[in-house]
C-alpha cells in the first residue's frame, strides 16, 4: 500500500491542478470523461497550493478552470465530513460562481456557461445514474429555457453508485476513473488498477501524478490536511 489517496482533496487539486503539462493533460481527461465533451484546452484559474498548512483550515481546495468558450467549471472532491447541507451549499457555488461574470455594459444573452462538477463518496439520489446533471426546471419537469440555452449546471458524481466487483472489460470510462480514485492507494496490488496502468492510457497518465504524491513526505502533508479538516462543517 502507499499513501496516495485521490480522495483527498489536496491531494485531488494537487494532481489536477499543479501549473504543469502533466497535471493539465490529465485534467483534460478527467473533464472530457465526465463532462462528455472533448477537452483540448483548459486553464486552472487557481493553480496555487497552500504552502503553509497550519493555515488551511480556512482553505477551499477547489479547482476553478476554464475552457476556451470562457466556460467555467468549479470541480470538487467531496469527502469531508459536515454538517451542511450539501446540495444547499452546491447550489450556493454555482449560483456564486454564475454571478461573478463581469456583465457591465454587456447583455445577458452574452452571460457564459458555469458548472460546479462535484465527486461525491455517498449517494444523494435514489437512481442508477453515476453522474448526473441539474438544472432549473419547472416542477412539472419543462426546463426553465431552451437546453441550448441554459448556462448554469450543477453535475454530482456519486462514487458509492459503482459496482466495484463489475468486470473491468464491463466498466464505462467514468467507472474505471472512480474505481482509480477509490484504490489508486493501493497501486499494483490491486488486480484491475494493475491491467490498468499496464493497458490504459488514461490511467497511466493518472498513475504517474499519483506517484508524486506517494513518498513519506506527501504522507504527513496529506494526513495533517486531514486532521485539520476532520469535523469541518463550516461553509466557505
Not at 448526473?132 to 448554469?152: A, H, L, N, Q, Y
Amino acid at each position: 500500500m502507499r499513501s496516495a489517496n485521490l480522495l483527498n482533496d489536496f491531494a485531488f487539486k494537487y494532481v489536477f491542478g499543479e501549473d504543469c503539462k502533466e497535471a493539465n493533460d490529465a485534467l483534460k481527461s478527467l473533464l472530457t470523461v465526465f463532462l462528455e465533451r472533448k477537452v483540448n484546452h483548459v486553464i486552472v484559474k487557481n493553480s496555487e497550493m497552500v504552502k503553509d498548512y497550519s493555515k488551511m483550515k480556512n482553505s477551499r481546495l477547489n479547482l476553478l478552470v476554464e475552457f476556451d468558450d470562457q466556460t467555467t467549471v468549479d470541480l470538487e472532491m467531496q469527502l469531508r465530513q459536515t454538517k451542511d447541507h450539501l446540495p444547499n451549499r452546491f447550489n450556493y457555488y454555482l449560483a456564486r460562481l454564475h454571478g461573478s461574470q463581469d456583465m457591465e455594459g454587456k447583455s445577458y444573452s452574452q452571460l457564459k456557461e458555469t458548472i460546479v462538477m462535484i465527486f461525491f463518496n455517498l449517494i444523494l439520489v435514489d437512481d442508477d445514474e453515476i453522474c448526473s446533471t441539474f438544472t432549473m426546471r419547472k416542477w412539472s419537469g419543462i426546463p426553465f429555457v431552451k437546453e441550448s440555452e441554459d448556462c448554469m449546471k450543477l453535475i454530482t458524481v456519486e462514487m458509492p453508485k459503482v459496482d466495484l466487483k463489475k468486470p473491468l472489460s464491463d466498466m464505462n470510462e467514468q467507472e474505471k476513473m472512480i474505481y482509480y480514485f477509490l484504490n489508486c492507494h493501493k497501486g499494483m496490488d490491486d488486480s484491475k488498477i494493475k491491467v490498468m496502468i499496464e493497458s490504459d492510457g488514461m490511467i497511466q497518465m493518472l498513475e504517474k501524478r499519483v506517484e508524486t504524491i506517494s513518498d513519506d513526505r506527501w504522507k504527513k502533508i496529506i494526513e495533517d490536511f486531514r486532521k485539520l479538516h476532520e469535523n469541518d462543517d463550516v461553509s466557505i
